[in-house]
């Protein structure tokens, strides 16, 4: 059983950055494919993007490329989403989860919000 925290979510301005954290308690994280989700009110969860276990492959959805960053250290049992030049329509619940190879993320963390004021 892989258990996820979140952390780093807060009220930023638009045009600001803020890191997200997400640390699991699997000894074995470095074999897990890590994503970052985001659900806003009334709207269904959608995949921010993703990571696999080595950390040398990464992907986005269109709307944060070039914005949002995801690295991971797995010595840390750690991943991050690093988000920059933040907007409202980026204000949300976000989650991380974990998967193995190229089954469903069956593991997720409780949630962080990040809130952007225009």
């Known amino acids: 059983q892989v258990k996820l925290v979140e952390s780093g979510g807060g009220l930023v301005q638009a045009g600001g950055s803020l890191r997200l954290s997400c640390a699991a308690s699997?000894?074995?994280?470095?074999?897990?494919?890590m994503g970052w989700f985001r659900q806003a009110p009334g709207k269904d969860r959608e995949l921010v993007g993703s990571i696999n276990w080595r950390g040398d492959s990464t992907s986005y959805v269109e709307s944060v490329k070039g914005r949002f960053t995801i690295s991971r250290d797995n010595a840390k049992n750690t991943v991050y989403l690093q988000m920059n030049s933040l907007k409202p329509e980026d204000t949300a619940v976000y989650y991380c989860?974990?998967?193995?190879?190229?089954?469903?993320?069956?593991?997720w963390g409780q949630g962080t919000q990040v809130t952007v004021s225009s």
């Open positions: 989860a974990a998967r193995l190879g190229a089954h469903e993320y069956g593991f």
């Open positions: 699997e000894r074995f994280f470095s074999s897990y494919s």
